[in-house]
């Protein structure tokens, strides 16, 4: 498995340390300012696909958050349940926590990966969905589209 990391702007200082086996600990340095900086990370089997990867999206970051920011709309506005309150706050925490739901699905489409489904990186040492599926199985029940958010977590199982 290869890793790449790359920025938009110069990077200083970098280093990566195997703190064990497939644990891997990263150091680096990059300027921002205003004008904003793209940094691109990408893992793959093959390095240069990794790499081709990080290139693209750090020579074409404006249209890759373009298309980000359209599919996030297009999920909040389209398969979110529709909610508002008096407290505006609580509003946009409400759908803050769907967006992050929705940032977390993936679908590999092969091998006992077949449906799409969240495992967040934040608890991948709890093991495959054991701590997601318990939160993520009843947030993606009220999505409209039932086919893609409620059911992987549960056919993955299977």
Do not use: C, P
């Given at each position: 498995?290869?890793?790449?990391?790359?920025?938009?702007?110069?990077?200083?200082?970098?280093?990566?340390?195997?703190?064990e086996p497939g644990f891997c600990t990263y150091s680096f340095v990059f300027d921002v300012d205003q004008d904003g900086t793209t940094l691109s990370w990408a893992m793959h089997d093959d390095p240069d696909v990794a790499l081709?990867?990080?290139?693209?999206?750090?020579?074409?970051?404006?249209?890759?958050?373009?298309?980000?920011?359209?599919k996030m709309n297009d999920i909040l506005n389209d398969d979110v349940p529709y909610f508002r309150c008096s407290d505006d706050d609580i509003v946009k925490v409400y759908y803050f926590q769907y967006a992050i739901h929705a940032m977390y699905y993936t679908y590999?489409?092969?091998?006992?990966e077949q449906v799409p489904h969240v495992q967040s990186a934040v608890n991948n040492y709890l093991g495959q969905h054991?701590?997601?599926?318990?939160?993520?199985?009843?947030?993606?029940?009220?999505?409209?589209?039932?086919t893609y958010f409620a059911n992987g977590n549960v056919l993955h199982w299977a």
């Open positions: 498995m290869s890793t790449i990391l790359s920025a938009s702007r110069q990077i200083y200082n970098a280093s990566s340390t195997e703190k081709n990867s990080v290139k693209e999206v750090v020579n074409s970051s404006l249209s890759h958050l373009e298309a980000k920011t359209k590999i489409g092969k091998g006992q054991n701590y997601d599926s318990v939160f993520q199985i009843r947030v993606g029940s009220w999505m409209a589209n039932k």
